[in-house]
């Protein structure tokens, strides 16, 4: 069974969804498509969508999934997988459309003289849309270049740490008798936040001074 199956969630955690609860659909639309006279590009929700909504609290039902402890752990990693695997069938089904024919083929090892033969045969290539592969991370290292090329070599490299013990956090999960590690996505949410505001703070209160040009190079494991 594929990870994008409609009953592979039910089928993988019995204990959260005890009634068999279907899992993510294709057909599911999205709400007011056409808010404010401009239509959105889709008009059904995505796998991660649907995976944000469901780990959300809500006053109207009991989150089985949210209260599972170390289970929602391997929830989340689950549903990472599953967003993953959703993003590279896509790929692998368009490729056309990034011209992959001109980057892989037998001739073209044959052409090379290769001896190997891993490298012949058709090859699925990542755009550099996709994030955390080969192209993804050069089109951000010529960002880079180009960035220090035009305003020159940066004078601060600050480092930004999630502490697990902000006040944020730490009511939040204490208050629902859980811990820090049964709620990995609070602490994502927390620390998300604060990025955002030190970016504020950095690009538009000028808390250092009146900055020519912020880099930005940022990888963060949020499932929210």
Known sequence: MHETHTTFIPLQYPLIFPFGEDGNQEDIPIRNSRSNRKEHKRSRISLREFIAFRIQERSVEFENIIHSHRLFQQFLVDAYTMVEAQRLS???????????????????????????????????VLPASFIGGMRYMFKNC????????????????????????????????????????????IVCRVFKMKLDQKMVDLKKMNILAKLIQVMTLIHILNFC
């Open 142 to 185: 010529q960002d880079a270049m180009a960035i220090c090329k035009r305003f020159g070599y940066p004078d601060l490299f600050i480092t930004i740490t999630c502490n697990v013990n902000w006040s944020e956090i730490h009511e939040f999960v204490t208050s629902r008798g859980l811990t820090v590690a049964d709620r990995p996505d």
């Open 90 to 124: 896509f790929i692998r089904g368009n490729q056309k459309t990034i011209r992959c024919n001109i980057l892989h083929g037998v001739q073209e090892a044959m052409n090379r003289g290769e001896t190997n033969s891993s490298a012949v045969g058709k090859r699925i």
